[in-house]
């Protein structure tokens, strides 16, 4: 179905960053206006995400250039997943940086640069065009450096350095592999791509590029080797950036995988197995390196990273069932991350320090707010029935099909571990006794006026119960993950939707 | 023509890393700088070269008559070179930014953080 409507979510955020514009001074002002054009967003991506389930494929070729001549904007069920998440998790971010950024950030034009950021995500989950998913790519990394470094003290200026040059070097990389493929098929469509692609005689070539772009890819979502930027910059910024940051810009990277490795190459034994690999090597990497953390953030990056090594080993395996876990893990971690770092920002208002060491008696405390990070930690460790359990289950269980065994125990110490230190932050934040008297001055939290309480709480609410709504719903979930698998492992429905469109 | 540009870029993108692996902040922003080059000359060599033909093509005729320049290889790299040119801007900033709070040219003394666990 062609519709214009597809680019409506793109528009809404670009409008509301233009708009905040005229309110550079005026914080109030701007608080009310991102968040009417979150909201708006949100309702319009949902709009977007019924259509794309009632009528399949929704297509637009912008100026009315035909693909795969013009600039192809399509939605597919993987994209309406990711682009309803995007909204969900921007929302609310918006709701909660309302409360929690200081001022001098706000007047920095923090808002501003936050709708840009967003507006990049949903068009690069959109684009059916590699080098327009190469823009959205770069408009994406170019918010993300002001808001990790505008206002910035030394420790975030140091994390800066090696999440700026490591990006640069991956939008290289990237872009390179575009190059090459555009030199040896001549188009950038990607559902004309796919078909250019499987003619080329040198297979070798096509092999190479392939891993160019996962390269390209595995920088920007954090993979071993080159992960380690990750956590030396996403503990440093703001509470409210980390979550928009842990929660969405690795799943870029995920997203583009998935796309460039279903539709345009068909990954060859060579790649599956190398894939395989990395997501063994990301995982335990991303296991250990939160062994011997102290603080939450830190913790929390470097299980960004391990879990990254879930979604990677779907990739690795390569059938319609790991496809499916990968795209429910993708649903869960999303809000789960994002959510367990607006509330280690609470944390940090409650208590000044979020070192788990110096950390404790918030169960005594905050009984309801600590019975609610529970359940965010068990969804976060896969307790049954909440939403991590479902996707690990599936991915274990094909894993095992395929007779992986060396994968499967990956997993299952990355698993283990993750038990692990979600039980030492438990204990010690939660359960122990705080080494020293909590006093007027430490506990910022208290002194909030309700307006503030409640935005900081509501969207962490919020995500949980879509975290509870997962779990306990996960037969639905299950099915539109399905469908998005069945979709990602026939790649032809996609080619026929873009190139077939008649005006 | 050809062969010179394949040199060069192996050129750019060799020095360009190994610009990247060293110390020095200024330095790391060159390679990257170089690199970025690379990538633009890279796609001008691969769309394929064709000399003083540009794609302008009479309104009677309705087919490629003879071998033409591509135009789309000049758009990307047009588009890059805008692209690299603000996170070069971006890039220059906050490396000045960081050498005036942290008062060294030194990429290596940048990682006290991370021994703080």
């Known amino acids: 179905m062609i519709t214009n409507f597809i680019l409506a979510p793109v528009l809404m955020h670009l409008f509301t960053a233009i708009l905040l514009l005229f309110f550079w001074q005026k914080v109030f002002v701007q608080k009310v206006i991102s968040i009417v054009g979150n909201s708006i967003a949100f309702i319009l991506c949902l709009r977007l995400f019924e259509m794309t389930l009632t009528n399949g494929y929704l297509t637009l070729q912008l100026g009315g250039w035909q693909a795969p001549f013009g600039i192809t904007f399509m939605a597919d069920t993987l994209s309406a997943i990711m682009v309803l998440l995007t909204a969900l998790v921007s929302l609310a971010v918006g709701i909660y940086s309302t409360s929690s950024l200081n001022i001098s950030r706000i007047k920095f034009g923090y808002f501003f640069i936050f709708h840009f950021l967003v507006m990049g995500l949903l068009g690069a989950f959109l684009t059916g065009d590699i080098f327009n998913l190469y823009v959205w790519f770069e408009v994406v990394i170019i918010s993300s450096f002001i808001l990790l470094t505008v206002g910035g003290k030394k420790m975030q200026m140091e994390g800066a350095i090696k999440y700026v040059t490591m990006n640069m070097l991956a939008s290289v990389i990237f872009l390179t592999a575009i190059g090459i493929l555009y030199g040896i098929t001549g188009t950038l469509n990607i559902a004309d791509l796919a078909g250019k692609v499987a003619q080329v005689e040198n297979k070798g070539l096509v092999t190479v590029t392939s891993l160019l772009f996962f390269v390209g890819f595995g920088i920007k979502s954090a993979v071993f080797p080159l992960y380690f930027w990750l956590p030396s910059a996403y503990h440093t910024p703001p509470s409210a950036i980390a979550a928009i940051f842990g929660g969405l810009l690795t799943k870029m990277g995920i997203y583009a995988m998935l796309r460039v490795f279903t539709v345009v190459f068909q990954p060859d034994h060579f790649t599956l197995t190398l894939f395989s690999v990395i997501a063994i090597l990301t995982l335990i990497t991303g296991a250990l390196g939160t062994i011997n953390k102290r603080s939450i953030r830190r913790i929390l990056s470097y299980l960004i990273v391990c879990h990254i090594g879930y979604l ?180 032809e429905i996609y080619i026929n939707n873009v190139l077939s469109t008649k005006e | 023509m050809e062969l010179l540009l394949v040199i060069l870029v192996g050129a750019f993108y060799s020095a360009g890393i190994y610009m990247m692996f060293r110390r020095s902040m200024v330095k790391l922003l060159l390679g990257l700088l170089l690199l970025g080059n690379g990538a633009n000359i890279l796609i001008f060599l691969i769309g394929g070269i064709t000399k003083g033909k540009a794609p302008i093509i009479k309104p009677q005729n309705t087919e490629f008559l003879e071998v033409y320049a591509d135009p789309v290889p000049q758009a990307l790299i047009l588009t890059a070179i805008v692209i690299s040119f603000a996170l070069t801007a971006f890039a220059i900033v906050l490396l000045k930014r960081v050498y005036t709070t942290t008062g060294s040219d030194d990429l290596d003394s940048l990682n006290i953080q991370d021994l703080d666990i």
């Open chain 1, 312 to 491: 990677i080993a779907g990739l690795g395996l390569n059938t319609e069932l790991a496809f499916v876990a990968v795209i429910f893990y993708l649903i869960h971690d999303v809000i789960v991350k994002s959510n367990f770092f607006m509330i280690s920002g609470i944390i940090l208002k409650m208590r000044e320090t979020v070192d788990i060491t110096r950390l404790g008696s918030l169960l005594k405390d905050y009984p309801k707010f600590s019975f609610m990070v529970a359940l965010v930690l068990f969804s976060l460790i896969g307790i049954p029935p909440l939403s991590g359990f479902w996707p690990k289950v599936l991915l274990f269980q094909e894993t095992f099909k395929q007779e992986n065994y060396v994968l499967l125990a990956a997993l299952i110490v990355a698993s283990f571990v993750t038990l692990f230190v979600v039980i030492r932050i438990w204990s010690e934040a939660f359960w122990k006794e705080s080494p020293k008297p909590i006093t007027e001055e430490i506990d910022h939290f208290a002194s909030f006026p309700l307006s503030g309480k409640i935005a900081l709480i509501a969207p962490v609410i919020g995500l949980t119960a879509v975290s509870l709504f997962i779990g306990l719903n996960a037969n639905n979930v299950f099915k539109l993950a399905e469908k998005a698998a069945y979709e990602m492992k026939h790649p």
